[in-house]
Each structure stands twice: as C-alpha cells, then as structure tokens.
C-alpha cells in the first residue's frame, strides 16, 4: 500500500466558517488553486492549478485506486472538496486530524505541531492567515485594487510563492504528525465509524426554511419592540449596551455589579432586586438576550441549495474521551421544548402571526427558543424515528464498577432515582410515588445521580442546580455520605483508577480492572485501554504533590475552555469520568455502525441519541431501530442497555 499525503489550497464566495464545508465546496465560484501531495514521504510537491498545471495522471488515477491510502490533516475537506471534481471513495482515507485527537493532541495543525514540539522547519507557517485572507476569500473593491473583488497570482506574484510555500510545508507538517504517532495507531474500528461519520455529515438534513424564516422575522420584530419599551422604561439611547444599562441599573437600585450576565440578571429578577421598572427592564433583558435564537440565523448560514444542512457533527470533537462535537448549529447544546402544542406554535410562526403567540405563548423569544429543535424535518415522503438510550452513563459506571443493585435497577424496571432516593435514605421504593410523602426523595436522589457519580461533593449538587430545586445548603452534605454510602463499588472504583493511574504513571505497572480496563504506558504518555479497545491518552503523565503534600496526577493537554495547551490536573473521579464517557461513546458508535449497516438514514446524532429519517409505511420502523441500538457489543456483555424513540414529522424532545 501506498500512502498519499495530500493538503488543498482553495477559493469559494462562501465563508467556510459560518456555512461550514459543504456549502463552501458546493459554491458555483468554488476552486482548487494548489494541490500539494507527497508520496510515501518524498518530497513534497506543489501543482498550481490557478495559473493552468495540472495534476499528473498518475495521480488523478491513484485518488481512487484502492491499493493507496489518501491521507490530509481533516481528511473531510479534501476528500469532499477532490470528489466534485475527481472520483475518489472515503473507504481509501485517512485523517491526520482524527490521528492527533486520537492521541490526545489538538485538531489544529498549527497547534498540533506546536504540542508535539516538532522544530521550525516541520511546524506550520505562520504566514497562513494572511494568505489565505488574501486569495482565497473575495476581497471589497477599491481604488487602489482597480474594483477587483478577488485576489489574483497576478496581482501579488510574490505572495503566491509564498502561498505555494505554504501549501507545502502543510503537507511536511501533516506528515510528520504520521510519522511522529504512528506507534500510536487509529484502531481499524474507529476508521469505519469516522467512514460513517463523513456520509452522516454529508447527508445531512432538511431545514424547514419557511419556519426559519418566520422565526427570523418575529425575532427581529419582538427585538424592535423590546428596544423601544426599554427605552421608554430608562429614557437610555441605547438599552442593548451593557455599559449603559448596568450603569442604569446600578443607580435605580443602588447596588454594584460585576456584570450582566444571564446567571447575574436571573439572580436579580429571582430576588426582585429594585424597582418595578427595573423588573420589567430586566425581564426584557432576559428575553432579548436569547442566544439559542441565533441558531436560527446559523441554519440560514448554512442550509445548501437543497434546504439541508450539513456538517452538523465533528468527529472526535472532544479528544479526552472521543465524543463527537458539534458545529455549525451546534446541535449537542440544543434549548429544550415543553411547550405542548407544538404544531399550532409551528404554524404560528410560519404565518408570523405574532399576536396569537404572545396570546397563547406569552414569551414570544422563549417560545422561538424551544422551537429551535423543530426546524430540523425529514425528507418528503419520511418521517423521523429519534433513538435514544436510557441513562446511560448511569448504567455504564454500574457495569465497570460492578455495583449490582443498580445493575439490578436497570435490568427492571429502570427507576434510578427513585432506588437511589430508596437506597440512601432507606425508604421502600413503592411509596417514593407521586402522592405520598416520601415522593419528595425522588428530587434528593435525582440530583444526587446526575452530580455525584464523578466524585463531586456538595458543590456539584449546587452547580446541578440542588439549590433551585428546594434543597437547603445545608442538607446538601447528607446527601453526599448517603449517595457515597449506598454506592460504595463506585466509590472504590474512582480510588482504584485513581491509584492504579499513579502506580502506572510512577513506577511503569501494567494493571487492569474488571471489563479489560488496563492501565499502561511508555516514556512520554499514560493510556487506559478501554473496553472496547480503543485507548484514552493523557500525555506527559506528572505526579506533583499538593498542598496536603498528597501526590497529583497532572498531565498535558488542551484546556477545553480556552484551547491552550498547557498542564491539566487529574484525579480518580474525573477518571473515571473519562472512562464512563468514553464507553458511553463506543456503545453509540457501535449502535451507529449497526444502524448504518441496516440501512437507515442516519442525519445526525447528539449524546446518547440518534436521529434517522425512515420511510413513511415503509419496512423500517422505529422498533427496530430501538433493537439495533439495544444490541450489546461483543466488548459489553453484562451491560444492562435499554432504549426508547418517537416518530415525528419535525425533531423534538420527548
């Protein structure tokens, strides 16, 4: 097998960012200008197709040659951006991208190079942004440019060999990612599901455009109508500006603040700080400060020509634990629906018939904010079936953990809050229902299950909202010895990962827990092979004493809030997080393969939930989807899976 290294250099009128790749590629405008390829390493060579080469025959035959492997750093856009013009097939690619996120690295190859601590002359050039800024995106018309709307290799000869320079060294530094992990291998697995993943993105899914429409339009009236009440409340030119308004706010209420914040102006209105008019200049705050509403003009973006979206998913988005990401819409963070008349609210907004939603509504930007999920329909003639697993993760830390009375649980009936509720304050689980007294447990175990699971304590309870739930502060401790009490195999299992990492990391032990977790490592990273085989990285592994002089397990990795690579600290619970994370994940991997492979249209998936589009009266049926999804893999024999699903004419959540 031959291995094709390959980087793109391209034009399109469609900004990439905001409407993702296939929009961009699909672009009538759209062009390659440089195509820079390597062959098993050699040097690495620049064809510049803006000024007439072409790409050796060769070449074009070896993109779908199945005996040489196409390999790019996101694979995704050069293989998606080669096929419009040259046939080439996914099974043949590989992504260096994937690889680095595999091993615990960035997905950017700037930073990619930069973590790796690769020498000046294998990293990216810095250069890049500019360049591309200057001819790959149409430019204003000037005076000084003649009128131009775009950039030419005429126009800056020494710029465009500086951008061939660039293109290639891209290719360098690609490669030496492969080179430099490749005693780190992508597991075969993992190469079919990223395969899938691709014709998932590339699918796609339909966009009702027309309630997108009316949403945008009621959005921008209310927006208006807001503004002005505002201004008439404060007499401020400008309400929308932060500075004015905490300044108002201040004065009106005499207090300071830090901020304006949707956590700081939820505080204020809950405690009715001030007077009725800040109230009510608040409330409008709260409501004009809606972002999940901006999705709408996200799916504008990105919707192509056939009114579907596409690209909604990035593979291997969160490479501590392999779940997917997403992008675009970002459909992972999605505002819930409880409203119960949904078609009429559809309908409504169609029509932009903004006095019968506030009528029926009231809150007009909350009512287009949980109508987010519905603007996502199937195709003509299908209809939606949505599968989703049944607390999952609760079920998979019960399974490694080998805590058998919530195996039990789940084997049942299912009822985790209530037998949490149950087991910490030893009330018989048939009187925690709705009626009895004893149902007020049910809160104290939900919120227990949903914080403590990871080795959180009283603060987790607070931060998964224990306190607006009605729990006193001061009850919160009790909850956490009780949880802690009646799971003690979780327990002894965040302290097992926790020592058996640091035996690992200190003096090269080679252990393993039930279910084939292992614990291994080499001289510059720890792994913990999963279940399934797949490996979770933590690079340059430290133990570093803290301030109780215990040893602390650090390591480095990109910060998942401000995207620097810099030393993370570790410990049992966040583990064992990881862990549970990650085996959550491959159960959907492997659902999503099974799904693939019986043929169901699969248009995205978020969490532990997919949503395919089926036949209306055809041979598939959300039954068998929820089967396919129930199926253990051959790693999870014992894991107690369950799942539940809708079929709709628009996305919603159950």
């Known amino acids: ?40 390493g050699s040097p690495v060579q620049v064809v510049d197709l803006a000024q007439g080469e072409k790409i050796p025959y060769f070449t074009v035959m070896d993109l779908h040659r199945p005996e040489v492997i196409k390999t790019a750093f996101n694979a995704a856009f050069e293989y998606y951006a080669l ?36 020498p000046s002359d294998k990293r990216k050039m ?53 080179r430099t992990l490749s005693a780190y291998p992508v597991p075969d697995e993992e190469w079919k599901l990223w395969q899938v993943d691709q014709q998932i993105n590339i699918h796609g899914v339909n966009i009702d455009t027309d309630m997108v429409n009316g949403a945008l339009a009621i959005n921008e009236h209310m927006a208006n109508e807001l503004t002005d009440k505002a201004k008439d409340i404060s007499g401020l030119e400008n309400p929308n500006s932060v500075a004015q308004l905490k300044t108002w706010i201040e004065s009106q209420a005499d207090i300071e603040l830090d901020g304006l914040t949707k956590q700081t102006v939820a505080e204020l209105l809950a405690n009715k700080t001030g007077s009725d008019e800040v109230q009510a200049l608040l409330q409008i705050r709260q409501e004009l400060a809606k972002a999940s509403v901006k999705k709408y003009n996200a799916m504008t973006a990105a919707v192509c020509s056939d009114d579907r979206v596409r690209g909604l998913l990035q593979f291997y988005g969160a490479n501590r634990t392999g779940r997917w990401a997403g992008r675009l819409v970002q459909v992972q963070n999605l505002p819930r629906n409880y409203i119960e008349s949904l078609n009429t609210a559809r309908e409504l907004v169609k029509r932009q018939n903004i006095q019968a939603l506030k009528l029926i509504y009231g809150n007009v930007p909350d009512t287009l904010s949980q109508l987010i999920r ?15 697993f049944s607390a999952i993760e609760a079920r998979v830390i019960a399974w490694l953990s080998g805590e058998e009375w919530r195996l039990n649980v789940f084997r049942t009936h299912g009822k985790i809050y209530e037998a949490s509720a149950s087991a910490m304050f030893g009330v018989p689980i048939e009187l925690i229902k709705k009626g009895n007294p004893e149902y007020e447990l049910r809160q104290k175990g939900k919120v227990a299950e949903l914080a403590l699971g990871y080795q959180g304590s009283s603060g987790a ?4 909202g224990a306190l607006n739930m009605g729990l ?38 080679v252990s393993s827990l039930p279910h084939g977790i292992t614990f291994t490592r080499d001289e510059s990273r720890l792994m913990i092979i999963l279940p399934s085989g797949r490996r979770l990285f933590y690079n340059e592994p430290k133990l570093i004493p803290n301030d109780r002089g215990f040893e602390s397990l650090w390591f480095m990795g990109q910060n998942q809030t401000n995207k620097k690579w810099e030393a993370i600290q570790t410990y049992g619970g966040k583990l064992v997080e990881n862990i549970v994370q990650a085996v ?16 169901y249209k699969i248009n995205f998936h978020i969490h532990d939930e997919v949503i395919t589009e089926i036949p209306i009266n055809g041979s598939q049926s959300l039954e068998d989807a929820v089967s396919i999804m129930c199926q253990s893999a051959p790693w999870a024999q014992g894991l107690p899976l369950n799942a539940d699903g809708f079929t709709g004419t628009y996305y919603k959540k159950e």
């Not at 405008?29 to 390597?38: K, M, P, V």
């Not at 491959?586 to 492979?597: E, F, K, P, R």
């Open 126 to 178: 810095a250069e890049g942004k500019t360049l591309i800024k200057y001819f790959c995106v149409p430019c204003a018309p000037t005076k000084r440019n003649g009128g131009r709307t775009r950039n030419l290799p005429k126009h800056e000869p020494g710029k465009w060999n500086l951008f061939k320079e660039y293109c290639r060294q891209d290719v360098v530094t690609e490669m030496e990612i492969s």
């Open 584 to 599: 959550a994940r491959d159960c959907l991997a492997y659902a999503l393969i099974n799904l693939h492979c019986a043929g």
């Open 374 to 388: 519905t603007a996502f329909i199937p195709e003509e003639g299908h209809e939606f079936a949505v599968a989703d």
């Open 1 to 40: 097998m031959r291995t094709l290294s390959i980087d793109l250099e391209t034009f399109s009128s469609v900004d990439i960012k905001k409407s993702g790749l296939y929009k961009y590629v699909q672009s009538p405008d759209f062009e390659i200008l440089l195509f820079a390829y390597s062959y098993d």
């Open 472 to 509: 006193a502060e001061e009850d919160l401790p009790d909850i956490v010895r009780r949880w802690r009490g009646s799971n003690r195999r979780i327990v002894d299992f965040w302290y097992s990962v926790e020592q058996r990492a640091v035996e690992c990391v200190k003096y090269g032990v």
């Open 461 to 464: 309870l607070i931060q998964m």
């Open 83 to 118: 096929s419009k013009f040259f046939e080439t097939h996914i099974e043949q690619w590989r992504c260096t991208m994937v690889h680095s996120l595999y091993c615990g690295f960035p997905g950017s190859l700037d930073s990619a190079g930069k973590a790796l601590r690769f």
